[in-house]
């Protein structure tokens, strides 16, 4: 009778444990002032001491488990294949009897002998636990571990309805920024109305005449070509080159042309692969481009965007060295708008 009312007691405070677990999973000072406490009250045993301990079984993983002694003290014991595992029976004629590891459940009272290795832990040599001690045990175990999985799954339900609360928090609080800079943004808005529909006709105004330009981009005539020529596998302007280009500039800037554009076209000679070429052409371009607007001070808007050819579009046979030289190009095209042509009589 005695024993029974032992095992209920134990049951009930297992039970009032694991629920006050759940209930109060969310208070994080509690939580911390429990860890100081357990991180206090554990031992640490020194590699190769030997160490008899006496208590109970708190908590319980595959090769080891955490042993707390009357006192509070908490040490983990290692398991090994060599650990000898005994239930000690009472009776003259009843030997203790081996048992698996598996009987060292949470709840058990035990007795452990071992020696201290570099982790700190007791490797343990030897274990006993009483009949009665590991019935009671099996029984704690019986009926708590459906109560800690209930009570598991209740904090695992607070935390997240707590998670759910914070975010909803969160979004009405980012609504409510919302609502404020909308409202100031709808003010500003009916203010700035006013200003928006008188620069709206010239913003269009502006649109239909940059429209215009350029769709008569197209329309233009070439009033003078120039082409210079390159060494094999050079992008570099010769004396001879830069010359040409002098003696042509001069004469453009002499007759005042205006509403003219220069188109800058680069080409190479077929030997060496397409993409090599296609390179060398385009360097051979901005070549030109570069020394048009250091040497003159060309406002970009003038130069419309160099290209390379590569190799096509020759203008000899790259069969011979005199042709391959040929076409080893820019050529230079100085446009100017028909209208404004027409407008000036040229």
Do not use: C
């Not at 001491?49 to 707390?68: A, C, H, M, N, W």
């Not at 609504?175 to 203010?191: F, K, M, N, P």
């Not at 000679?269 to 051979?284: F, P, V």
């Not at 190009?329 to 446009?335: N, Y």
């Amino acid at each position: 009778m005695k024993r029974s009312k032992f095992v209920f007691k134990l049951l009930a405070l297992a039970f009032i444990l694991s629920f006050a677990s759940a209930t109060f999973a969310q208070d994080n000072s509690t939580r911390e002032r429990q860890t100081s406490i357990n991180s206090v009250n554990a031992r640490s045993v020194s590699d190769g001491q030997e160490l008899k301990l006496s208590g109970i079984v708190i908590k319980r993983d595959s090769d080891s488990f955490t042993l707390r002694e009357p006192d509070g003290t908490e040490t983990v014991v290692a398991l090994t294949d060599t650990t000898s595992v005994k239930t000690v029976r009472k009776g003259l004629f009843r030997p203790d009897k081996p048992s698996a590891v598996g009987y060292l459940l949470r709840g058990l009272r035990l007795r452990v002998e071992g020696r201290g290795n570099d982790e700190g832990q007791l490797v343990a040599t030897k274990i006993r636990f009483d009949e009665d001690d590991l019935r009671t045990a099996q029984a704690l175990e019986a009926r708590v571990d459906p109560v800690e999985d209930i009570a598991n799954s209740t904090k695992a339900l607070a935390e997240a309805s707590q998670q759910r609360i914070e975010e909803v928090e969160q979004n009405a609080q980012k609504l409510s920024g919302q609502i404020d800079e909308l409202s100031a943004v709808s003010a500003a808005t009916r203010d700035a109305t006013r200003q928006a529909q008188a620069s709206a006709d010239q913003a269009q105004a502006d649109a239909n005449a940059a429209n215009q330009r350029i769709n008569g981009l197209d329309d233009y005539d070439v009033v003078h070509t120039l082409t210079i020529h390159f060494r094999p596998g050079s992008a570099v302007l010769s004396a001879a080159a830069k010359e040409q280009i002098e003696v042509a500039a001069a004469k453009v800037q002499s007759e005042s042309l205006k509403g003219w554009l220069i188109e800058v076209v680069g080409y190479a000679d077929s030997t060496g692969n397409s993409t090599r070429n296609n390179s060398l052409s385009e360097r051979r371009a901005q070549a030109v481009i570069n020394y048009l607007v250091r040497k003159y001070n060309l406002p970009l808007r003038r130069l419309v965007q160099p290209f390379g050819y590569g190799s096509l579009n020759p203008i000899a046979s790259n069969e011979t060295g005199e042709g391959r030289s040929l076409n080893r190009r820019v050529e230079i095209k100085v446009l100017i708008n028909k209208s404004i042509s027409s407008q000036t009589g040229m």
